[in-house]
């Protein structure tokens, strides 16, 4: 009989995690909460963009994949991994799905088996929260009578050189046997795992990871705003500087940032200082507040250049490109488009927007949705981009715009472009 595998939660980080399993020769049973993904799923409907419909149903076929939500098709299993949300609730961490998840978990769990924490979240959830309700639930102990570990996700969505099989995997364990077990989980699923030695400081990789990226790009984005208010082109400084071999990496500015990881990741982070140590991570502090406010930043080279035109921002017609937190996916959690939107609609903008990849439902609300034909372009006081995805036809916004403020430097200099 084959290794079953019980993934819990089949969004971003769960469903690829799955497929890999089934592809790897797991028996994996997909449990989610939600229905109607489960029935999406069961239906041959991916609704990740790196997991095609080809891919779900090929994982179907062979009979080793089960999406459900039902408990009772997750019993005796002999690994699971968790991979539910952990968003913020009121600035603070919200871990009332990972909680829910490890008594579900517990109730089920046998002696022997292995349970893997994947969802991001401040180090010490795996040994002092998660671990915990397992034991409570389950009666048994952690180290002593099942395996405990946690693996932080580094999913990259849309990217397709770094795919789940051949990015390193950080792998740890309550203790020695908890180790073997998680790294020879992940060793029959990826190319390559690191070992850490201990799930502190595997939770700890991925909010350094993240909060590395948010710093970052804060740091440009700042840079950006003086930059501009100095009369110089900072993409140029950027583009010069990235021809250092060594010692620098690249960030771009943009309208600020969004996604699962970026604009909550670090608060974990932040929040368990302050609770802890009773001290401010100012780095992360000072990210949030510089990256939060460049939809602010936005508005304001709006309202210069349509000043500039005579025109005021209460009734121009002005036209989005891209919704998404990032280009070429249709992800639009916590994108800065929401944030930018609800501002320009305050202040009576008549806006529509364009992005090929966002479902209406993730949109922001009271928007109009719209193809950027010649025409829309010409007819627009304004056009943002926010997100330069492939699919824009960027010579037609370049011949047809009448004034554009580009966010992400998709297009050349040109009279009727202004970078961000
Ligand atoms: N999306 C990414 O790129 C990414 C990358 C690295 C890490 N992460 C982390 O991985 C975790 C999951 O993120 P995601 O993007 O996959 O989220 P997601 O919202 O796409 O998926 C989570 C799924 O869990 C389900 N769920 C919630 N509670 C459940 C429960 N008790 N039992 C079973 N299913 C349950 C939800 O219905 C949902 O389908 C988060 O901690 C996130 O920070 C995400």
């Known amino acids: 009989m084959e290794d079953k595998l019980v993934v819990v939660g089949q969004g971003y980080v769960g469903l690829p995690l799955a497929m890999r399993a089934v592809e790897a020769g797991f028996d994996v049973v997909g449990f989610d909460t939600d229905h109607s993904k489960v029935k999406q799923l069961n ?148 190319e390559r795992t690191v070992v850490v030695s201990s799930p502190k400081e595997a939770e700890l990789t991925k ?45 771009t500015p943009g309208p600020g940032v969004g996604g699962h990881c970026l604009p909550i990741d670090p608060s974990y982070l932040s929040w368990q200082v302050r609770r802890t140590l009773g001290q401010s991570f100012r780095f992360v502090e000072l990210a949030n507040d510089v990256n939060e406010h460049m939809p602010d930043y936005v508005v304001r080279r709006l309202v210069v250049a349509l000043n500039r035109q005579s025109k005021a921002v209460n009734g121009s017609r002005i036209l989005l490109l891209g919704l998404s937190y990032k280009k070429n996916t249709g992800d639009a959690r916590e994108s800065p488009s929401h944030t930018l939107a609800r501002q320009l609609l305050a202040l009576g903008a008549d806006l529509a927007a364009a992005d090929p990849h966002v479902l209406d439902v993730h949109a922001p609300p009271g928007i109009p949705r719209v193809e950027p034909t010649a025409e829309m372009l010409a007819d627009a006081d304004a056009v943002v981009l926010l997100v330069d995805h492939d699919a824009f036809d960027y010579d037609e916004v370049l011949d047809h715009a009448g004034y554009v403020l580009d966010c992400r430097h998709r297009l050349p200099t040109a009279p009727n472009v202004e970078h961000l």
């Open 43 to 190: 239906a041959g409907e991916s609704y990740v963009e790196d997991i095609t419909d080809e891919r779900l149903l090929h994982a179907l076929g062979t009979g080793r994949y089960l999406p459900t939500a039902s408990m009772d098709h997750c019993a005796d299993f002999d690994y699971a991994v968790v991979s539910v949300p952990t968003p913020l609730h009121d600035g603070n961490p919200d871990l009332s799905y990972i909680e829910e998840a490890g008594r579900t978990l517990g109730r089920l769990l046998r002696p022997g088996a292995t349970v893997i924490l994947e969802s991001t979240t401040y180090p010490g959830t795996t040994e002092e929260l998660f671990g915990p309700l397992l034991e409570e639930a389950s009666g048994l102990g952690a180290g002593e009578d099942f395996h405990l570990g946690y693996s932080p996700e580094r999913i990259d969505p849309g990217n397709p050189t770094w795919r789940f099989e051949n990015t390193p995997k950080v792998v740890s364990g309550v203790d020695e046997a908890s180790l073997g077990k998680v790294q020879g989980f992940y060793d029959r699923l990826v």
């Open 207 to 251: 909010l350094l990871e993240n909060t590395f990226r948010h710093v970052n790009i804060a740091l440009v984005n700042e840079l950006a705003m003086f930059a501009d208010d100095l009369g110089i082109n900072v993409w140029e400084a950027i583009d010069a500087a990235s021809t250092k071999p060594f010692g620098y990496l690249r960030f």
